[in-house]
C-alpha cells in the first residue's frame, strides 16, 4: 500500500489547481468547477487520515461536505443564471456594480 | 497492484484536474471534472471506503454535475472572452509569473514539511480496516453526528428555496 | 496444466466475464426479436418470419445491415463528444450487470478446487453500486443531445435527464425499503435472506413484503429505460427520434444496444430485489440460473406487452405524476417500513 503522505500531496496538488482555476478563469462556471476541485482534495485527505487513524469520522465528514457541496452548486449555479440573464456576460469582472 | 493503482488513478486525476482549468469550453470542463472524479472514486475504494467511492459518484457525478451541464447547455456561451488589458503591473504577466514562484514555493514548503514527519503506512490489522463498513458509517451517522445530520437537512431546504427563488424569471 | 497459464480461478472468471457479455449482448438481440414479433401479434400481423426460423436472425441481418452503413455526424457538432455519447451509453448499461448474482456457487464439475459464485464480482455496496452505474448513464443521451447541435437531439437529451433524475429519487426510496429489510447493500445476500417459504407454499420473496415497493420499482424503471408509455426522450411524432435523431451505423446501434440491455439490466435488479433472485422449487442447485432467466424473462415480456398496450403519456403529467404522486408514495413506503420493522423487530 501507498503511504499516508503521497494521498496528501495529490490533496495538495489537486487544491493548488483549484486554486488556481478560481484566480486565472474568467468565467463563472469554471471558477464553480474549480471550487468542487478544491472541495474534493479536502475530502481525499479527510478519507485517507481517516483511514489511518482507523475511524469512519473521515468519510462522515466527507458526506457532510458533498451535501454542502451539493447546496453550494443548486445556489451557485441559480445565482449564475440570474447573473447572465442580467448581463448576458458570464465573466466576473462584469459584475462589479453593487447595485443595477 | 495497489501502488500501480494508485498512481493511475493519481495521474488520472491531476491531468483531468489541469485540464478542467485549462478549457475554454465549459462542457469539456464538466466532462473532465467527472472523470477527475471517478479517479477520486478509485482512490476511496483503495482508501477501504467503498461507501463514500459509491457516493462520489452518486452525489457528485450524478447530480451536482448533471446540474451544472444543465447551465451550460441552457446558457450556450461556449468560449470565455479573451483577457482583458492589464489594469496594474500586479495583474499582467509579471504578477502570473510571481505567483507561480510563490506557488512552487509553497509546494516545496508541503513536500519538505511531509519529509519531515516520515511516511505514515496505514495500519492493516482488520480493526482499521473496517472503515469500510456501511453499518458503521451509519451507526455514527446517526446517533454521534445527529445533529450535524439533521441541520444538513435544514441547509439543503434553504439551498432549495433559495434556488428557487434565484432562477425564478422576475415577472 | 502448462506454467505460463493464469490459476484457473482466474481463467474460469475470466470466462464468465465473457459469458456475461455475451449474453447481454443476444439477450439484447434476443429482445429486438421479441418486441417486434409480440408487437406483430398484438397489431395482428405476422412480424419478421424470413430469416431464419421465424425470424430469429433478423437482429443480427439488421447489426449486419447497420454495420455497411455510413458513419454520419453533423457539420457542427462537437466531434469528440458526439463520438464518446454512444459508448458511455453503452459501457453504462453494461457495466451494471457486474453486480447482479445470477446462480448458486459452482465448481464447473469439479474443474475448480474453490467454487466461484456466478456473479462477476461481489462487491458489499452492490445496491448503490448499480445506482451508481445506472446514474452514469444519463451522460451517454446528454451529450449525445447536446454534440449533435440540432434541436430534436437537444430537446430530447434535456427531456430524457429531466425525467431520470426526477424517477431516480423514487427508485432510490423504493431500493431502500428493501435494503431495511434485508439489512444488506450486498445483493447476494439479499437474494439469500429471501429463501424459505411462509406457511409451505408462498415463497419468502420481498415483492409480498413490499407490494408497493415493486410497484414503484417498475414504474421508476420504465422512466430510467426510457420506455413506452415513458418513451418522450424519442418521442417519434413530437421529436423525431429524440437524442439519437443524428446518429447512423453503429453508434446508433450502440444507442440501441444500450436501450435493450438497461432494460434487462432493471429486470434482473428486480428480480434479484423482490422476486428471490435464482432461488425456486424444483431445480437442483446448479441449474437454479434457470429461474433467474424465467423470472428476468418474464419481466422483459411484461415490459414489451406494456410498450404496444398504453399509449405515451404527455411530457407534464409524466413529470407532475414523478413528483407528485411516485414520490410522496415511495417516502411513505420507506417510512411505514422502517416503523413495521421497529415495531415487529
Not at chain 1, 490533496?11 to 478544491?38: D, P, Y
Amino acid at each position: 500500500m501507498v503511504p499516508l503522505n503521497y494521498y496528501l500531496v495529490l490533496s495538495g496538488v489537486l487544491f493548488a489547481i483549484g486554486t488556481a482555476g478560481v484566480f486565472l478563469r474568467r468565467n463563472l462556471i469554471t471558477v464553480l468547477l474549480s471550487i468542487e476541485i478544491m472541495l474534493n482534495a479536502v475530502n481525499l485527505t479527510f478519507v485517507a487520515v481517516g483511514r489511518y487513524l482507523g475511524t469512519v469520522d473521515g468519510q462522515i465528514i466527507t458526506f457532510f461536505v458533498m451535501t454542502v457541496a451539493a447546496a453550494e452548486a443548486a445556489v451557485g449555479l441559480a445565482l449564475v443564471i440570474s447573473l447572465f440573464r442580467h448581463r448576458e456576460t458570464l465573466n466576473p469582472d462584469a459584475f462589479t456594480a453593487l447595485k443595477w | 497492484m495497489d501502488v500501480i493503482a494508485f498512481y493511475i488513478f493519481a495521474a488520472i486525476a491531476v491531468v483531468a484536474s489541469v485540464l478542467v482549468v485549462g478549457q475554454k469550453n465549459p462542457m469539456h470542463s464538466v466532462m473532465l471534472l467527472i472523470t477527475s472524479f471517478g479517479a477520486l472514486a478509485g482512490l476511496y475504494v483503495l482508501l477501504d471506503a467503498p461507501f463514500t467511492a459509491v457516493t462520489q459518484i452518486i452525489i457528485y457525478a450524478g447530480a451536482i454535475m448533471v446540474l451544472f451541464l444543465f447551465v451550460v447547455m441552457l446558457l450556450n456561451v461556449p468560449r470565455e472572452e479573451p483577457a482583458p488589458p492589464a489594469v496594474s503591473a500586479l495583474l499582467g504577466p509579471t504578477g502570473i509569473r510571481i505567483g507561480v514562484i510563490l506557488s512552487l514555493l509553497l509546494g516545496a514548503e508541503i513536500v519538505w514539511a511531509l519529509s519531515r514527519i516520515g511516511l505514515g503506512w496505514f495500519p492493516q490489522d482488520p480493526a482499521a480496516a473496517s472503515v469500510s463498513s456501511v453499518a458503521l458509517i451509519g451507526a455514527s451517522l446517526f446517533t454521534r453526528h445527529a445533529f450535524a445530520f439533521e441541520a444538513t437537512s435544514v441547509l439543503i431546504l434553504v439551498a432549495m428555496i433559495g434556488a428557487v427563488v434565484l432562477a425564478r424569471r422576475e415577472h | 496444466m502448462p506454467a505460463w497459464l493464469p490459476p484457473p480461478a482466474v481463467l474460469a472468471h475470466l470466462g464468465l466475464i465473457l459469458v456475461v457479455f455475451n449474453m447481454l449482448v443476444l439477450s439484447a438481440a434476443f429482445m429486438v426479436w421479441m418486441e417486434r414479433k409480440v408487437c406483430a401479434y398484438i397489431q395482428d400481423r405476422n412480424g419478421p418470419n424470413r430469416v431464419g426460423f421465424e425470424g430469429v436472425l433478423q437482429p443480427f441481418a439488421d447489426v449486419i445491415k447497420l454495420l455497411f452503413k455510413e458513419e454520419l455526424r453533423p457539420k457542427a457538432a462537437d466531434a469528440l463528444l458526439f463520438a464518446i455519447a454512444p459508448v458511455i451509453s453503452a459501457a453504462a448499461a453494461f457495466a451494471a450487470f457486474a453486480v447482479i448474482p445470477f446462480g448458486t456457487s459452482t465448481t464447473l464439475w469439479g474443474l475448480l478446487d474453490q467454487p466461484i459464485p456466478l456473479q462477476v464480482t461481489d462487491v458489499n455496496v452492490a445496491v448503490l453500486v448499480i445506482f451508481a452505474i445506472t446514474s452514469m448513464g444519463i451522460y451517454g443521451i446528454v451529450l449525445a443531445g447536446w454534440s449533435s447541435n440540432s434541436k430534436y437531439s437537444l430537446l430530447g437529451g434535456l427531456r430524457s435527464s429531466a425525467q431520470m433524475i426526477s424517477y431516480e429519487l423514487s427508485y432510490g426510496l423504493a431500493l431502500a425499503a428493501v435494503i431495511m429489510l434485508a439489512g444488506s447493500l450486498s445483493l447476494r445476500e439479499i437474494v439469500l435472506n429471501q429463501a424459505g417459504t411462509w406457511w409451505g407454499f408462498i415463497p419468502r420473496w420481498y415483492v409480498f413484503l413490499q407490494p408497493i415497493g415493486f410497484l414503484i420499482f417498475m414504474t421508476a424503471g420504465v422512466a430510467e429505460t426510457n420506455r413506452a408509455p415513458f418513451d418522450f426522450p424519442e418521442a417519434e411524432q413530437e421529436l423525431v427520434a429524440g437524442y439519437h435523431t443524428e446518429y447512423s451505423s453503429m453508434s446508433f446501434a450502440m444507442f440501441f444496444l444500450a436501450e435493450y440491455v438497461n432494460m434487462v439490466t432493471v429486470s434482473a435488479v428486480a428480480t434479484s430485489l423482490f422476486l428471490g433472485g435464482w432461488l425456486g422449487p424444483f431445480l437442483p442447485d446448479w441449474l437454479a440460473w434457470v429461474w433467474f432467466l424465467v423470472k428476468v424473462f418474464l419481466i422483459l415480456f411484461f415490459y414489451v406487452w406494456m410498450r404496444w398496450t398504453l399509449p405515451r403519456y404527455r411530457y407534464d403529467q409524466l413529470m407532475e405524476f414523478g413528483w407528485k404522486y411516485l414520490l410522496p408514495v415511495a417516502v411513505l413506503n420507506l417510512l411505514a417500513t422502517a416503523a413495521l420493522i421497529l415495531w415487529i423487530g
